[in-house]
């Protein structure tokens, strides 16, 4: 029986998706169990809400139990975790807010943003989790927030180039990232980073800005910085970048006979085999898998190809169990 959805279910669904932490993912699958239309064609589908909501509160109550409660910890959700980083007033709230749907705390005066807070920020058919943070500058690391960074799979490095002291704060970031063993520094002063990281020169719309970004590349050679806005321009292409710096890539499930599943991807690793794939689909495939067909990469749709067949972005893999 069809299950007949209404546009108000898909809009629940999309909150769902787009949920930043466990209590906003009970709270919209709440509203789609509220708002789904009840007859038999979607019985199925309300007892597989109902067991998301418990299975949610149930983890949630456990690591409460378990952990303690730590006002730093973020809890991961999508297909990676980025925490920007910066100097108070540098615009980390502004662009996880433009980025995301989070409710950032945006202000002309620093210190505005105490903890961190959680966004996702949609990037074609996925989520990836930004994190905005408290300010740092060399007085002022808050207590925990080096965690926060620990815990994250990359880093956004914000610098505000709208004032003339934005060297300053590229050096003392990296100094402060250094010296608490986020990201590494080599004796020829090469940054080599545990963490992949990206530096932005945010507030670029502003009248002195190029100057200002010009003179910290003259003054740093070989600095590699994306240049953006979060009033807008560079946004688009900073969702691209993002996506990247995670190294990870995007694959489809197909079952023999049916069409791939398009609806949600697979996140792996850059470099992820079909072993990798068939561990996230269950843990007991990679043991009986004997080869896959993968369309996508290969030369021909649906090609046979090798358990340890290195999948890329967007690839379709039908397991050969
Ligand atoms: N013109 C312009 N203004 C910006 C930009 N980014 C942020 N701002 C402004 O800069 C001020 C600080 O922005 P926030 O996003 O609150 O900065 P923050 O880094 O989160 O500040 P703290 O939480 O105090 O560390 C606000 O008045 C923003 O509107 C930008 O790209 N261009
Ligand atoms: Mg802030």
Redesign the pocket.
């Known amino acids: 029986m069809p299950a007949n959805l209404t546009p108000q279910y898909y809009a629940a669904e999309e909150n769902y998706k787009s949920a930043g932490s466990s209590e906003e993912k009970v709270k919209a699958l709440q509203e789609m169990l509220q708002v789904i239309p009840k007859h038999k064609g979607t019985e199925k589908l309300q007892g597989d809400i109902k067991k998301k909501i418990a299975r949610l509160k149930e983890e949630s109550k456990k690591k409460k139990q378990t952990k303690g409660f730590n006002p730093f910890g973020v809890e991961k959700q999508g297909a990676g975790q980025i925490a920007l980083a910066?100097?108070?007033?540098?615009?980390?709230?502004?662009?996880v807010?433009a980025l995301s749907r989070a409710k950032?705390?945006?202000?002309?005066?620093?210190?505005?943003?105490a903890l961190p807070i959680a966004g996702m920020m949609p990037y074609k058919d996925t989520f990836i989790q930004l994190v905005?943070t408290?300010?740092l500058s060399v007085d002022n690391v808050p207590p925990g927030l080096i965690g926060t960074f620990k815990e994250a799979d990359a880093l956004l490095v914000?610098i505000d180039v709208?004032t003339a002291d934005c060297l300053e704060q590229y050096e003392g970031l990296l100094q402060i990232l250094h010296d608490r063993e986020v990201i590494d520094i080599s004796e020829e002063g090469e940054i080599i980073a545990p963490l992949p990281y990206m530096i932005v020169a945010?507030?670029?719309?502003?009248a002195d800005a190029r100057d200002n970004l010009d003179v910290m590349k003259e003054l740093v050679p070989g600095l590699e910085v994306f240049e953006?806005?979060?009033?807008g321009p560079g946004l688009e292409e900073l969702k691209e970048r993002l996506f990247h710096i995670l190294r990870i890539i995007r694959v489809y499930g197909k079952a023999a006979g049916r069409p791939a599943d398009m609806d949600r991807p697979f996140i792996l690793k850059k470099g992820g085999t079909v072993i990798d794939f068939a561990a996230q689909i269950h843990k007991d495939f990679p043991a009986k898998l004997k080869s896959a067909l993968v369309w996508g990469s290969t030369r021909f749709d649906g090609q046979a190809v090798a358990r340890d067949y290195v999948l890329e972005d967007g690839d379709i893999v039908e397991l050969q169990l």
């Open positions: 910066g100097y108070p007033n540098s615009g980390k709230s502004s662009l807010g950032v705390k945006i202000a002309e005066y620093p210190f505005s943003t905005d408290p300010p914000v709208s945010n507030k670029i719309d502003y953006v806005s979060a009033n």
